[in-house]
């Protein structure tokens, strides 16, 4: 069992958007502003897509936006497009021993 | 440009030792603040932080593991290796080195390919 909880698939239809939910604890996602998201198409590598809750790294697109609000976290992406279709993970640092934690990860479907 | 490559056996046996070697190029384990993280994935299943070393030598070990991992530099080589003992069927996992840009820093970009590590008989 993941330490962060996120939904096991979303669907959109392209143009649509949608919000993938991450959540967690006061321990990690709610203590810090240290979340991220990572994007990972069916045998590659995951992608950093959100550091720091809400901030995009260099090359990704601005249809990528992350918050957070208490205890969860939320990564949209908005006008979906096909390629969007991959599995998407958080990520967040915890003040418990384990330092890093990750969610079950999140199956985006492009209908 | 960052590049990381995961190398090391595909197939080893229960209770044997895995040694993973990431090698990588564009920036140096020397440089204050740069770290190099293993995490891993089992076969259709989420990722899963393992350790972490910075470029000061300070490592971090996820608490479940720890005892059975070891995370070492090599800054002339610009090499990470991770030693797992006790290897179990459940340790089937595409294992991924990734870079830390500080200690500030809370992901990890970029990722190598990841090798995959079956444990069987």
């Known amino acids: ?53 809400s901030n995009r790294p260099s090359g990704v697109s601005n249809r990528f936006s992350g918050s957070k609000s208490g205890n969860t976290a939320s990564l949209t992406i908005s006008g979906l497009q096909a390629e969007d279709e991959a599995d998407y993970y958080c990520s967040s640092y915890t003040s418990s021993s384990t330092l890093e934690v990750f969610g079950g990860g999140t199956k985006l479907t492009v209908l | 440009q960052i590049t990381l490559k995961e190398s090391g056996p595909t197939l080893v046996k229960p209770t044997q030792t895995l040694t993973l070697t990431c090698t990588f190029s564009g920036f140096s384990l020397s440089t204050s603040g740069v770290g190099v993280g293993w995490i891993r994935q089992p ?26 991992l070891t995370i070492t530099k090599d800054t002339s080589k610009n090499q990470v290796v991770l ?27 970029p990722w190598g390919q990841g090798t995959l590590v079956t444990v069987s008989s």
């Open chain 2, 83 to 109: 030693t797992m003992t006790n290897m179990d069927p459940v340790d089937t996992a595409t294992y991924y080195c990734a870079h830390r840009l500080t200690v500030a820093s809370n992901w990890f970009d």
């Open chain 2, 43 to 68: 076969p259709g299943k989420a990722l899963e932080w393992l350790a972490l070393i910075y470029w000061d030598d300070d490592k971090r070990y996820s608490p479940s593991l720890k005892s059975r």
């Open chain 1, 1 to 53: 069992q993941s330490a962060l909880t996120q939904p096991a698939s979303v669907s959109g239809s392209p143009g649509q958007s949608i919000t993938i939910s991450c959540t967690g604890t006061s321990s990690d996602v709610g203590g810090y502003n240290y979340v991220s998201w990572y994007q990972q198409h069916p045998g590659k590598a995951p992608k950093l897509m959100i550091y720091d809750v």
